[in-house]
């Protein structure tokens, strides 16, 4: 490959521009499922909020690089209302790949001792209530990582 090519797409204007487009692409998947789905119960019903809180689990992922923590407090938030919302059933896949793809971010886009920080935060998050099923296992394993308790 050429250099000024892969300069190109190493740069970070081109990286802002993958992480709109996974952002927006998953929010279109989301919104997709939640309004042709023949089965929306994952969703709680099809209406206004569930539109919004679809789109809270995934836009944010456009900011996943430059705010990794505002990124999983936002679809952390979002997610767990549509849990609440969604119950008794299973929360929408799209939430998972958010999650996961949040809580990845602030491992891989964060340096040095930020990132014991960012992992402390995410175990308070976790630790905060409703939501803690979900990244439990994440929790423990990043205690695990940086050497703490579990």
């Known amino acids: 490959m ?24 998953l929010g279109l998947l989301a919104v997709a499922d939640l309004l042709l789905s023949s089965d929306p119960s994952s969703w709680g019903e099809r209406g206004p909020l569930q539109v919004c809180l679809a ?49 990845y971010s602030i491992g891989a886009h964060t340096a040095g001792h930020d990132r014991a920080s960012n992992w402390q935060q995410l175990d308070e998050l976790s630790d905060s209530g409703g939501y803690s099923t979900r990244f439990g296992a994440l929790s423990a394993s990043a205690a695990t990582i940086r050497g703490g308790r579990t």
């Open 2 to 25: 050429d250099g000024s090519v892969a300069d190109a797409l190493l740069s970070a204007r081109a990286r802002r521009a993958a992480d709109a487009a996974l952002a927006v692409g």
């Open 55 to 103: 789109l809270g689990c995934t836009l944010p992922l456009a900011w996943r690089v430059r705010r990794p923590i505002a990124t999983v407090v936002v679809i952390t938030a979002a997610g767990g209302l549509l849990v609440a919302v969604a119950a008794p059933h299973q929360a929408p896949f799209e939430v998972f790949v958010g999650s996961v793809l949040a809580a």
